[in-house]
């Protein structure tokens, strides 16, 4: 289909490996951002991107996560030494302009657990 | 820090009854979202709501946002087993125009 699509679904780690997840936005969306989803809450706001420039980082967790999107359009969050509290489920989400009158189209998600 | 809240956490009702949900903030929202959101799946936008006191309404689901635009509340009337699901209420800051605050959101089970 023509949705955000996310990959891997599901991504097992062992505490302290590195980790790489990939968004593809909708074809032709400004706008990228990142969520993360802990078990029974609600998303929370990780990091947004327009086009290549990453305009918005402060929901990130710490120094060990780094996002980027090089050239505007496909997107990696990558976590280094994985930790257990990192376990969660990781929202990708564009939208044409990013502006609050505008819909976040989201991926299904990359479920991450960290052994 | 959780900005907005929703209430119930958790709803088990019956087939045919109606129920509330709401969303509840101390801060002020230029604007707030209603999502639903199935196991293994991201979250689907089900309407906005944008002007203080506004009514939506979409087939069997009513939405409302507070006057003072810091409230809002999902009203299903009728429900049915299709209903059931996790529903999120998401708003932006009047001083951010991309970032979406989400609620913790209200899980929902509509028995046949």
């Known amino acids: 289909g023509a949705g955000v699509s996310q990959s891997p679904r599901y991504k097992v780690a062992k505490r302290g490996q590195d980790v790489a997840l990939r968004c593809d936005p909708i074809?032709?969306?400004?706008?990228l951002f990142w969520y993360q989803q802990a078990l029974g809450q609600g998303p929370e706001f990780l990091t947004y991107?327009?086009?290549?420039?990453?305009?918005?980082k402060s929901g990130l967790p710490s120094d060990r996560f780094f996002a980027e999107r090089p050239e505007g359009s496909v997107s990696t969050l990558k976590i280094q030494r994985t930790q257990q509290e990192d376990s969660a489920v990781y929202l990708c989400?564009?939208?044409?302009?990013?502006?609050?009158?505008?819909?976040?189209?989201f991926g299904d998600g990359t479920r991450l657990s960290i052994l | 820090t959780q900005l907005l809240e929703q209430s119930p956490q958790f709803l088990s009702i019956q087939e045919g009854e109606n129920l509330t949900v709401y969303c509840n903030s101390s801060s002020v929202f230029s604007s707030l979202q209603w999502y639903r959101q199935e196991p293994g799946e991201g979250p689907v936008l089900l309407v906005t709501?944008?002007?203080?006191?506004e009514v939506k309404k979409l087939k069997r689901l009513t939405f409302q946002f507070g006057d003072a635009r810091k409230d809002s509340s999902l009203h299903i009337t009728a429900a049915q087993p299709g209903d059931t699901g996790l529903y999120l209420c998401?708003?932006?800051?009047?001083?951010?125009?991309?970032?979406?605050?989400f609620g913790s959101g209200t899980r929902l089970l509509v028995r046949p």
């Open positions: 709501v944008v002007t203080g006191g």
């Open positions: 998401a708003g932006f800051e009047v001083d951010s125009s991309y970032k979406l605050i």
């Open positions: 074809s032709g969306h400004v706008s």
């Open positions: 991107f327009q086009n290549e420039a990453q305009l918005d």
């Open positions: 989400a564009s939208s044409l302009m990013g502006l609050n009158n505008q819909p976040q189209h």
